[in-house]
């Protein structure tokens, strides 16, 4: 067992965690208490787990060795990476929870049990924190309870204070229907909840004191190649190599590149590399892991397919691009190629106002680039929302995240970019025909607080509905639905349950039009039959003669019909 937590740990952890939320991505995509389509917890969690198994491979750092513990440097990469691929809610809660961890341990010279435990406490304070309205029965209260669990035992044992938290993180899981009414009636407990969980079995299979999940496995051992990641300590071994001559000014080109390699090869690439360029890092596995299967950095996967060895990350300042990709291809197998011309990263001053809009659709995307906004695709990531931000040049952006899983990463990504100049506000848009009525009142000649104000207010004016096919059995507040039964959701909630599909979305718009309205807006989605959106709007026309529509194909997933009533 382990008696602290090092560097090699976080690194183990990191892997451990992303492979056990892996094998049970599906099933934790399934844990949706509505029995919709679209349940993505699971995969939100991977791909947030990714990114941070992304930038410890990456293990790119400019800050200072002496400026931090070597434990704290892997945690902050770790959470970083974390930070930037975060998508939905539990992917945010999750990053926060590990920025905490990073934040309370970085400063501390041994990692052991009441130094954990005063973390958990601090990373349930996060979690608590980038959530609006916090409600229990969720991620939230199995974090809070693996906190408590962790700081009662008063152990310095690292092994005793991470079982507990796990067992105590589990038995919170399975109490989690019972706090929530609406998982109780879909009889499942909470996904995101299910995915801390995991992470929690993954620390304690790495401190040594594994704890059986809910099917009765175990994380993979520690020891398995399949933690390695390059640079990594614990395995057999690790190499970092940084050349710097007279400085980066007189090179036009950063380089980049992952390299499967036998070191041998590898040291002679890193002599060619020093002799035409500046800033040469090289990091990976020493000779002794010549015959370990690789590491794919980028997407979190062992690179086994040809089981050429070792692999290494590459980095270097060059003027010839094509002799320093020549001496990775000279040395073995390079891939994930990035090359950044320096000239191009002075960027202009940022000037004017602009609107990021989250579309799944390319009727959607089509719709909104149309009216003047940029447009990033569904389920983003805080850099892929951060990097759409940037891209429009502008000093002040409105961003519309059409839902309310994105609206955690939105104002992550918000935050990022403020803290680069930008003025940002996320407008709480939960549906794209709520993003259509919030730039139809913008202007810019207003304040661009005031211009917030009034698109903010447009969109929460507009009722939105979505109609959908129901995945899954099971009880909702309409009633109990079976799979492929026809779905009408108002602001979320299941209002109708049919069989006929054009026959369901004619009674929705009945029972909304009833409650008042002057527009509607109708976006027909990809699995919508023909004609769908011709037959709504001419019943609308006759029986509500006073009401306008707008119809449009928005091609989006899930959903053949999305409504607006304003």
């Known amino acids: 067992m382990l008696d602290t937590l090092d560097a090699a740990a976080v690194r183990r952890w990191c892997s451990g965690a992303l492979a056990a939320l892996r094998r049970h991505q599906g099933e934790i995509d399934a844990l949706n208490v509505y029995p919709v389509p679209d349940g993505d917890t699971g995969t ?41 691929g975060a998508r939905g809610n539990s992917g945010v809660i999750v990053s926060q929870i590990l920025r905490a961890l990073a934040d309370t341990l970085t400063d501390t010279a041994v990692v052991r049990g009441r130094a954990l435990a005063s973390a958990l406490t601090a990373a349930t304070d996060a979690a608590y924190a980038a959530v609006a309205r916090p409600v229990e029965g969720t991620v939230l209260t199995v974090v809070a309870a ?23 993180a589990r038995d919170a899981l399975a109490a989690t229907p019972g706090q929530l009414p609406v998982l109780a009636r879909a009889g499942v407990v909470d996904a995101g909840g299910r995915g801390l969980c995991l992470l929690l079995d993954a620390l304690a299979a790495v401190v040594g004191t594994p704890v059986p999940d809910s099917t009765g ?4 051992d520690p020891g398995d190649s399949a933690y ?50 500046d800033s040469l890092v090289v990091v990976g596995s020493d000779a002794g892991d010549d015959d370990d299967e690789g590491y794919d950095a980028g997407d979190g996967d062992r690179d086994d397919a040809d089981g050429h060895g070792p692999v290494w990350n590459v980095h270097v300042h060059v003027d010839d691009i094509g002799a320093a990709i020549e001496a990775g291809i000279a040395a073995g197998r390079p891939y994930q190629i990035s090359v950044t011309r320096f000239a191009d990263q002075s960027a202009p001053p940022l000037a004017g106002r602009a609107a ?15 009216e003047g906004a940029g447009v990033v695709g569904g389920s983003p990531s805080t850099a892929e929302l951060l990097d759409a931000i940037r891209r429009t040049g502008a000093a002040e952006v ?10 955690a990463v939105a104002n992550l990504a918000a935050r990022e970019a403020e803290a680069g100049g930008v003025t940002v506000a996320v407008v709480p848009t939960r549906s794209p025909v709520q993003a259509l009525a919030a730039l139809a009142v913008r202007d810019p ?23 959908c096919h129901a995945a899954r059995e099971a009880l909702t507040v309409a009633g109990r639905c079976r799979p492929g039964d026809v779905l009408a959701l108002v602001e979320g909630e299941v209002l109708l349950i049919g069989t006929d599909l054009a026959g369901t979305c004619r009674n929705l718009l009945d029972q ?42 928005g091609g989006q997933p899930h959903y053949p019909l999305m409504v607006g009533i304003e």
């Open 44 to 84: 939100n969690l991977v791909l947030t787990l990714t990114s941070a198994q992304h930038a410890l491979a990456l293990d790119l750092d400019n800050s200072s060795e002496g400026e931090q513990t070597s434990h704290g440097r892997v945690l902050r990469l770790m959470a970083r990476g974390a930070l930037l």
């Open 146 to 168: 693996a906190a408590r669990a962790a700081d009662r035992t008063g152990s310095d044992d690292l092994a005793t204070v991470v079982r507990a938290a796990a067992s105590a």
């Open 217 to 220: 496995d175990h994380a993979a």
């Open 228 to 277: 390695r990641v390059p640079g990594d300590p614990g395995g057999a071994g690790s190499a970092v190599d940084s050349h710097s001559g007279a400085g980066s000014e007189g090179y036009g080109y950063e380089v980049q590149f992952l390299l499967e390699a036998p070191a041998g090869a590898v040291d002679r690439m890193r002599a060619a590399l020093a002799e035409i360029g």
């Open 356 to 370: 990021v809009v989250v579309a799944a659709g390319t009727g959607l995307a089509a719709l909104f680039t149309g």
């Open 398 to 407: 409105v961003v519309l995240p059409n839902d309310p899983d994105t609206q």
């Open 445 to 467: 000649r207003r304040r661009f607080d005031d211009d917030v104000i009034a698109m903010a207010e447009a969109a929460g004016a507009c009722r939105y509905a979505e109609v």
């Open 512 to 553: 909304l039009l009833g409650g008042g309205g002057e527009l509607v807006t109708l976006i027909v989605g990809e699995q919508a039959p023909d004609g769908l959106g011709d037959a709504v709007a001419a019943h609308v026309a006759r029986c509500w003669p006073f009401v306008e529509v707008h119809t449009f194909v």
